[in-house]
């Protein structure tokens, strides 16, 4: 791991680099396929940051040639309708995958859906068939933000064999599924938590340190070991008191941890920057999969 301080793991320009690759592969794989792939996103209520998120994903989908199934209900639409509507999707042969965008509205049963999604359209990589995959180190469909994190420490040549990675967070999202994947790429992983004694002790042991808990700057200089890796998978959104104006922070305190660290990611421009890329590559995959062409 390099001694130079605050160099800069750029999700943005990484997510740049890959889409232009899946917009080219998705160009060759349609001309034998007969049609492009197809991605459904079902957003319930009006949580603005789900909005955002959802405005992104279809902006990505239109940039590299992914066709758009999806579907906006208010906030009081049943258990029993978002049930069938991912059956019909299940059974649509122009949709290869397919997410409900969390959170969900108070009173829905997220678990019941996400089973509902037929594994191999589960772009999300949420259903209990995916996570035993990984579990299991089989191909398939992978948690997209872990993937994002494991693909930009790949880009950036940092090696984890060996290496010790703390993970702060144990979100099925997040926190556990990247656990498994360090651990499958050879690191010693260590799991932390909102119970876990002396937790700045935990994290200065960290080669690795990856922040995923959603506290705003949580993470400060003082709690990271120097020359270690920060990855920030945090998004959190604070207002400015001099200006009025809200901007995106992440779990880590950038500006601090930046001066001891080797690697960091930024908040916006790193893990979240990745987490759109890895849901197109999963769905291109299932695309290519479903034709026997991965």
């Known amino acids: 791991m390099s001694t130079q301080t605050g160099q800069i793991l750029d999700g943005k320009a990484l997510a740049q680099k890959m889409q232009a690759a899946l917009q080219q592969q998705i160009s060759n794989l349609e001309a034998q396929i007969g049609r492009p792939p197809g991605l ?34 208010s906030a009081d639409v049943s258990q029993e309708k978002l049930t069938a509507v991912i059956h019909e999707l299940n059974a649509d042969d122009r949709v290869d995958g397919i997410l409900v965008q969390l959170p969900l509205p108070d009173g829905f049963d997220s678990v019941a859906l996400l089973h509902e999604i037929a594994p191999h359209k589960d772009v999300d990589g949420l259903h209990a068939l995916n996570l035993g995959r990984l579990v299991r180190g089989e191909p398939g469909l992978q948690s997209c933000t872990p993937g994002g994190v494991m693909r930009l420490l790949a880009e950036y040549q940092l090696d984890v064999r060996g290496k010790h990675a703390v993970v702060v967070g144990r979100s099925i999202l997040v926190g556990k599924p990247l656990a498994l994947m360090l651990l499958a790429a050879d690191a010693t992983v260590t799991i932390a938590h909102s119970r876990t004694p002396d937790l700045a002790t935990v994290c200065r042991q960290a080669d690795i340190l990856v922040a995923a808990v959603g506290r705003t700057q949580m993470v400060a200089a003082e709690m990271v070991k120097p020359g270690a890796v920060v990855i ?34 930024p908040v916006p421009g790193g893990v979240g920057a990745m987490t759109v890329t890895m849901l197109l590559e999963n769905t291109v995959w299932s695309y290519a999969n479903s034709h026997g062409l991965t």
């Open 40 to 73: 459904a996103v079902l957003m319930v209520g009006d949580n603005p940051a789900s909005a955002a998120y959802v405005g992104g994903k279809e902006k990505a989908c239109i940039k590299v040639g992914v066709r758009s199934f999806g579907q906006h209900f």
């Open 232 to 265: 920030d998978v945090g998004i959190n959104r604070i207002e400015d008191a001099s200006t009025g104006k809200s901007r995106l922070v992440g779990d880590v305190d950038f500006d601090a941890v930046k001066e001891v660290a080797s690697w960091i990611t």
